[in-house]
Nanobody, 124 residues
Framework: QVQLVESGGGLVQVGGSLRLSCAAS????????MGWFRQSSGKEREFVAAVSWTGSNTNYADSVKGRFTISRDNAKNTVYLQMNNLQPEDTALYYC?????????????????WGQGTQVTVSS
């Protein structure tokens, strides 16, 4: 059973930056990809970014390319999401996600474990 705990969310002005972190713990056997999804009020949960076990394969939603960077530290079982040039449309509850195996997740259906979420609010 994998547990995920996110941190780093908060309130930031337009153009500002935040760094989200997500630590995995529990009984983890095998390799796993990690990622971030987000959900804003009245909308479905959407893919943001994902990274493979080795970190060599990353994937981003078009809306965040060039602004967000995902990375991971396997020694700490932690994934990070550096978010720069934040915009009001980035306001959402951000969820950490784990998919066991080598493939990175790109849809919510591919995720096996979710964190509890951390709120990001961008004020204009």
């Amino acid at each position: 059973q994998v547990q995920l705990v996110e941190s780093g969310g908060g309130l930031v002005q337009v153009g500002g930056s935040l760094r989200l972190s997500c630590a995995a713990s529990g009984r983890i056997i095998g390799v796993y990809a990690m990622g971030w999804f987000r959900q804003s009020s009245g909308k479905e949960r959407e893919f943001v970014a994902a990274v493979s076990w080795t970190g060599s394969n990353t994937n981003y939603a078009d809306s965040v390319k060039g602004r967000f960077t995902i990375s991971r530290d396997n020694a700490k079982n932690t994934v990070y999401l550096q978010m720069n040039n934040l915009q009001p449309e980035d306001t959402a509850l951000y969820y950490c996600a784990v998919r066991m195996g080598w493939a990175v997740p790109s849809t919510a259906d591919e995720v096996g474990t979710w964190g509890q979420g951390t709120q990001v609010t961008v004020s204009s």
